[in-house]
């Protein structure tokens, strides 16, 4: 039987799906709320307090009965004795009373008997003055009030932001510096989340060399490794790199299990998926262990195989490097952040101008490297230059993928096209 016939060209939405039905969110792992950040809950979050726990002046000011500053105004101001000096951190048990006042420092406890704030810019006190002994007394005197204040103004309600009891972060949320003070605020100082997926990572190929060497006639130094590694750390794994297997079953089969008994959770391989006669790979993959290898109907990355070793799922991407990163970007990356507990896979999309001409195309997507623009109120997109899959240099240029459907022959200037945005800058947006 042919290739062909053994392994039509399937779609990328095929390919996307069947890949990420092997994958689940991995295990929780107990972890402290900086280790959380970006990371996604594997529990629900109760408050174990109300936040705030009591009502609190949102001012520095005087706690005030607001029937005592009825018709105030810089002509005929209210006068109020002044009774205590209240820093927040303190509860006093003095209640003000008609006619009192009580000194007041933002986030200090409302006193009994007292309704609303008056701020320091509307007495004649026009900014706090330092006391002695914040909340530990006061020095009497009197305050003129030059507004009137409405009962509630400048007043913290108790349980505004938090109730005690309340979900205040569901499982499935991801944290982010806001969820991280939420988290901090009810006194969570570590959290569940779905543990790192540790990613093995094996180039392939007697033609690589290490980064250190200079290659020789023939050779070229192994990139893709450290590529992959980069891309899997960014998006929250753990890179495991197992160095170059030559073109040899046993030193390949050799590299794979020792990346198997590293405890890996997803396997990449770059290189020897094609349909060479060196292409080495598919042949321990289907000895190792149970491999469905297929090709996508998309350039570049055309060559892809996904199977288990061992009940470790194994993604086979290709050897030339723009191809290998796209082929991540697609299939890869959704399946690491499905491993973290994430539900959202799909980088944001823009529809943008082709600036320049895509020639005649062969049935499959494009994935084209572009620099994405804001312009005019809509978005632009240009070429990076040469488009070969193994011109890595375009990829390191470009911001975004213009997708390029199959159905289209050519496009030409002027085309609008839909790009998945690789990073956004502030110039994007």
């Known amino acids: 039987m042919t290739e062909d016939y053994l392994y039509p060209m399937i779609s990328v939405e095929e390919a996307q799906e069947r890949i990420l039905r092997f994958f689940h969110p991995l295990e929780p792992e107990r972890v402290s709320l900086f280790e959380a950040l970006d990371r996604v809950l594997a529990e629900d979050i109760l408050a174990d307090v109300s936040v705030p726990p009591l009502d609190n002046t949102a001012m520095d000011g005087y706690a005030v009965r607001a029937a005592d500053t009825s018709g105030a105004s810089p002509q005929h101001p209210a006068t109020l004795r002044v009774l205590y ?21 933002t986030g200090a406890p409302i006193p009994q008997g007292a309704d609303a704030v008056v701020p320091f810019e509307e007495t004649d006190e026009k900014s706090p003055q330092p006391h002695p002994a914040p909340g530990r007394g006061g020095e009497g005197g009197e305050v003129r009030v030059f507004q009137e204040a409405k009962v509630g103004a400048h007043i913290r309600r108790a349980g505004e932001d938090i109730r005690q009891g309340e979900r205040v972060l569901a499982a499935g949320s991801v944290v982010r510096p806001a969820e991280v003070g939420v988290l901090a605020s009810v006194g969570r100082a570590t959290v569940l989340c779905p543990r790192r997926p540790r990613v093995a990572i094996l180039a392939t190929g007697d033609e690589l060399v290490e980064i250190e060497q200079k290659p020789g006639p023939g050779q070229i130094r192994n990139s893709n490794n450290y590529t992959l590694a980069a891309a899997v750390q960014r998006d929250g794994g753990v890179p495991l790199l197992l160095g170059i297997a030559r073109d040899r079953l046993d030193e390949l089969t050799a590299k794979i299990r020792h990346g198997l008994s590293k405890g890996a959770d997803l396997l990449l391989t770059s290189g020897g998926v094609s349909v060479g006669d060196f292409d080495v790979v598919k042949t321990v993959l289907a000895t190792e262990g149970e491999i469905t290898f297929w090709r996508v109907r998309m350039k570049p990355g055309k060559p892809l195989a996904f199977g288990h070793i061992k009940g470790v799922p194994h993604l086979g991407l290709p050897g030339n490097p723009v191809s290998s990163l796209v082929s991540y970007e697609l299939f890869a990356r959704p399946a690491i952040l499905q491993m973290l507990g994430q539900k959202h896979f799909r980088r944001p999309e823009v529809e943008a101008t082709l600036l320049d001409a895509i020639p005649h195309k062969d049935g499959r997507r494009h994935y084209v490297r572009v620099i994405v623009q804001k312009e005019d109120g809509g978005y632009t997109a240009r070429l990076t230059g040469e488009q070969g899959s193994g011109i890595l240099t375009s990829m390191a240029k470009a911001n975004g993928l213009a997708i390029i459907p199959e159905d289209a022959t050519s496009l030409a200037p002027g085309s609008r096209v839909r790009v998945m945005l690789l990073d956004w800058p502030e110039q994007i947006f």
């Open 85 to 105: 000096d209240l820093a927040a951190g303190y509860v006093s048990d003095i209640a003000v009373t008609p006619g009192t006042a009580i000194r007041i420092m």
